[in-house]
């Protein structure tokens, strides 16, 4: 079955820090190109990190609005990619959703989301 399960979202006060943790399953994870979007209430979803899998040596790239805070990683021992949050602020507070990018033999897959609140 194929499966994308995110974890690690909640409340957190401004300037705090989150790691995300997505879960895959029933893919060819280490070549996978895998991301990270959020979707805030009333705005459209937005990409927010990108890694690519193996074959491409796992490069990174990042919307401007959070370089250099966050930091996407993979492990694909574990099937799992990561994304580390830092100084986080109120305009980071989203639903935040793993996608594993469209291949030519399979479509995109999304997590379920999980809810990253940022707030004193």
């Known amino acids: 079955q194929v499966q994308l399960v995110e974890s690690g979202g909640g409340l957190v006060q401004p300037g705090g820090s989150l790691r995300l943790s997505c879960v895959a399953s029933g893919i060819i994870f280490s070549t996978r190109a895998m991301h990270w979007y959020r979707q805030a209430p009333g705005k459209q979803r937005e990409l927010v990190a990108s890694i690519t899998g193996r074959d491409s040596l796992n490069y990174v790239n990042y919307a401007d609005s959070v370089r250099g805070r966050f930091t996407i990683s993979r492990d694909d021992v574990k099937n799992t990619v990561f994304l580390q949050m830092n100084s986080l602020n109120p305009e980071d507070t989203a639903v935040y959703y793993c996608?594993?990018?469209?291949?030519?033999?399979?479509?995109?897959?999304w997590g379920q989301g999980t809810q990253v609140t940022v707030s004193s």
């Open positions: 996608n594993a990018a469209p291949t030519r033999y399979q479509g995109d897959v």
